[in-house]
């Protein structure tokens, strides 16, 4: 049985940092996309960030860019968030996900991720 736990979420004040850890068991994920969403109150899950496996390409929403990086540990089977200068605007519920299969198109489709954690709080105060 797969299983993502997501663990490092909290209360953090804009500007500061928080550093989200997704750590997988039940399959080894070295091979295969994963990436983090979030979904703030009343909003639709968005896409945040995600790493391809391949070549170690990472992908970016616009609204993150250049303030979070991706990671992961594959001996570990260990995903990473690094989120640095965060802002108000960041607080959501953060969810680590995986695919099934080694394509990484459309990276920033939610539906296209067969496996999620059951998220973080990330709150963010001004």
């Known amino acids: 049985q797969v299983q993502l736990v997501e663990s490092g979420g909290g209360l953090v004040q804009a500007g500061g940092s928080l550093r989200l850890s997704c750590a997988a068991s039940?399959?080894?994920?070295?091979?295969?996309?994963m990436g983090w969403f979030r979904q703030a109150p009343g909003k639709e899950r968005e896409f945040v960030a995600a790493?391809?496996?391949?070549?170690?390409?990472?992908y970016y929403a616009d609204s993150v860019k250049g303030r979070f990086t991706i990671s992961r540990d594959n001996g570990k089977n260990t995903v990473y968030l690094q989120m640095n200068s965060l802002k108000p605007e960041d607080t959501a519920v953060y969810y680590c996900?995986?695919?099934?299969?080694?394509?990484?198109?459309?990276?920033?489709?939610?539906?296209?991720?067969?496996?999620w954690g059951q998220g973080t709080q990330v709150t963010v105060s001004s």
């Open positions: 996900a995986a695919r099934s299969v080694t394509l990484s198109l459309n990276i920033a489709a939610s539906a296209l991720y067969a496996y």
């Open positions: 039940g399959r080894t994920f070295s091979r295969y996309p």
């Open positions: 790493d391809s496996w391949s070549g170690g390409d990472t």
